[in-house]
């Protein structure tokens, strides 16, 4: 990412750094190094009032339980999120809908405001709103969110949510890994190129750092060791007066993709958005289509030789897939080919622009999907690409 800081931070790192505590005593602030890879990798130092180690008791703990589905047949597979129903809050309402050890999607479509505090602290989490939207308000300060932007919350960061009245429809993802910008559109020193889909004016930083001198009872619940531990606070865990360095939460917006389209078909890592070990996340966004007179503007088939292709249509007309509506996803696993319908070809010569907002998840290994994606499963589509077949069920 990039250097930001917010809020006052010392002229050097690792000094004693007081602040008047309102009773004639200066405080001693607390130093805390957040950082990847050791003492290696981005990192952000946060100054705090009290120490973040600071508990006032400890909960239960709840190991995650992930319900697999495993289908009878391979086969390409559609799911309708339309009729899942709303629940639960912003951790809560996740259901997961598919996974493997790099990679977990949810389908989240929260109805009530979390109560207390949320840290994720096995991984980084990417929120795609579909729907909605509200503020995370975060130990860095506040990030607004809306439709269409993914959030992006890196470990460790103790957050809550704010969610605007209305309907929420999002999609929530959780990697062990690190959530990138992927390295080919970063020059040597980390900046986004003059090529790359989008520039750094287009990643939101958090703003307006919230500083909470307050004791009462605040619960925490992080994420750790594959189940949720719960924790009561003494102190308001936002009790940061100031940081800087390289590692915070951010939005960037579908809508300031920049796609790139070409004479003739470009294939989907043109698309790429972010990075992860084992994983990719893309947006298709709306762009003008392949302009040879001779070009076919759909993809060609290809087959999936070692990755799994998920896509979430998120808005427009699917001129490529027969019976996919938004808020619809395929899976195109390993080991079949997949492509335009029959027709779909034909349909779309010519064509000079597509409306198509989707958003495509590949993993590198297996999937395995859970009962969330047998109950909106949608066998007929395995026979989809036979037009003699296509009322059949697999
Ligand atoms: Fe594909």
Redo the contacts with the bound molecule.
Sequence with gaps: MRYERRGEVPAKRHVAVRQPAGNGHRRLLVEEVMGYEGFSGNETILYHLNSPCRLDSVGDFRPIVRDDWVPDAHVHRLADTNPVEPGGDAVSGRRLLLYNADLEVCVCKPDQQLEGFHRNGEGDEVLYIHRGGGVVRTVFGMVPFKEKDYVVIPRATTHTFELDDGDQMWLCFHTPGEVETPNRYRNRYGQLLEHAPFSQRDIHAPSGLETWDESAEFHLTVRVRDGYQDYVLDRHPFDVVGWDGYVWPYTFNADDFEPRAGRFHLP?PTHQTFQGPNFVICTFAPRMLDWDPQAVPL?YH?S?IQSE?V?FYAEGDYAARKGVDVGCITL?PSGLP??PQPGAVERALGAKSTDELAI?WDTFRPLRLTSLWREIDRPEYAYSWNPEKSHVEA
């Design positions: 989907p993809p290809h999936n292709e896509m195109h997949h492509g495509m």
